[in-house]
């Protein structure tokens, strides 16, 4: 395929090197800074702005399959995909910051299937929604680093951290009959390595482990993880009032026993978060203020979430609360590559607003067959929906040939939802909820589908 990044910055880098791994990609680039980066990239870079329907024209916009507008300007992105559209592109992506645009746009949901084609729009990607929304589904559940629920909330995903007394510590998966039925341990993340666990797969202190099954059975996983607290959820703590960090506390403020404070830094942000938050204490000061944190009782907060724009200030934020005794700890990251340095220094939940948007599109650029429901492991596998065609031939899911580091964990027929067995019969129209690493995705469609 041919495809177009509009970008300013550094923002497309990450798009431009997954996706010239097998597409012939083009970089409308604004701009010097971060040309030279994407200049060593197996790329062509034209420059030029977004609305500039020449510069477009040198970029082939009217050949490509693709134009992805992720600059950092929201009205420049709406123009590029306006332009584009007029010039002939096939579909359009783009991304937004601000509410107003995402709403006005039609962002049905956070992972980017809103739109208004009409408009020159066909994928709207609106990231901020997208991380306040999966920061809100974690502080859900005391304890977990992950969360997700998927077919109208009857099917859930958990991702625990084990703790070396923990009863999963030390044992082989087969020996662990204790599980509620319906529930199946579905990945485990071991420091930079991701895998479908086996029945001889020994889980060790400080995995990460990912549960999925029947929403009723998933909700008595907490009696494995006891020890965390259920002020998780009840006191949490805000650093930034900027789009997630308001967006997050308005969600939370519908829990009637939350306590929330929000500090942020910006008189102005301050008003305007005043406005609009009617349970949430508002705080003008800096989240970095070792001093302020102390006086506002930081220390008996459940759970602290800092997510400003700034990767030093999130994460020496994040590591005062931790100093001070938050067991809860969750971050935003500016990219992928910091995440994994974050979980180093001791952060909980290292969360990349941008990531998680790059994935979606990657997903929607090469995976059209399936729907991604979430992305695991910090991105290293993911979480799709497959529907099986009409003419699938019935058939046990043990004699289907799927790859490794591969698991069917659920199955959606009609209004049943089915933990399956390697015997359990796949039927035609079935959703299958699969869960694999990305780079297995390819030979999981043509296994299912072809």
Known sequence: MRIVLYSSGTTARHLAAELSKQDDVTVLHA?????????????????GEGNDADAQRRAHVD??????????????NLLACLTARQLGAAKTVCFVAKEEYARTFGASDGAGTGGAPALGIDHLIWPARMLAEKIERILTVPGAVDAGRFAQGRVALLEYRLRPDGPLVGRPLAS??????????????????????RGQSVLLAGDRVIFMGRSEAIQ???????????????????????????????SLEAN???????????TERCAEAAQVLARTLVLHG???????????????????????????????ASLLGRQLGVPKVITRVSSAANRRLFERVGIDVPLSARAEANDAVLHLIRHREADLLATIGQGAGEVLEITLPKKFPPIALKEVKLPPDVLVATILRKNEVIVPGGATLLAPEDHCLVICRVERVADVLRALLH
Not at 63 to 76: F, G, I, K, P, W
């Open 63 to 76: 050949r490509a399959d693709y134009l992805v507008a992720c600059s950092r300007s929201d009205e420049m």
């Open 220 to 250: 008595q996983l907490s009696g494995f993880f006891a020890g965390h607290r259920e002020e998780e959820t009840r006191y949490v703590v805000i650093i930034g009032g900027g789009t997630v960090g308001l967006r997050l506390a308005r």
């Open 176 to 197: 662990i009959g204790n599980l509620p039925p319906g529930v199946l341990m579905a990945g485990v993340r071991r420091g930079d390595e991701w895998f479908v666990p």
């Open 31 to 47: 701009g010097q800074e971060g040309r030279d980066e994407l200049e060593k990239l197996d790329i062509e870079v034209v420059a």
């Open 286 to 316: 800096d989240g970095c203020d070792l001093d302020l944190l102390e006086d506002e009782g930081v220390r008996h907060a459940g759970t602290l979430v800092a997510v400003t724009d700034s990767d030093e200030k999130n994460l020496l």
């Open 256 to 266: 009637p026993r939350a306590r929330l404070k929000l500090i942020e830094k910006s």
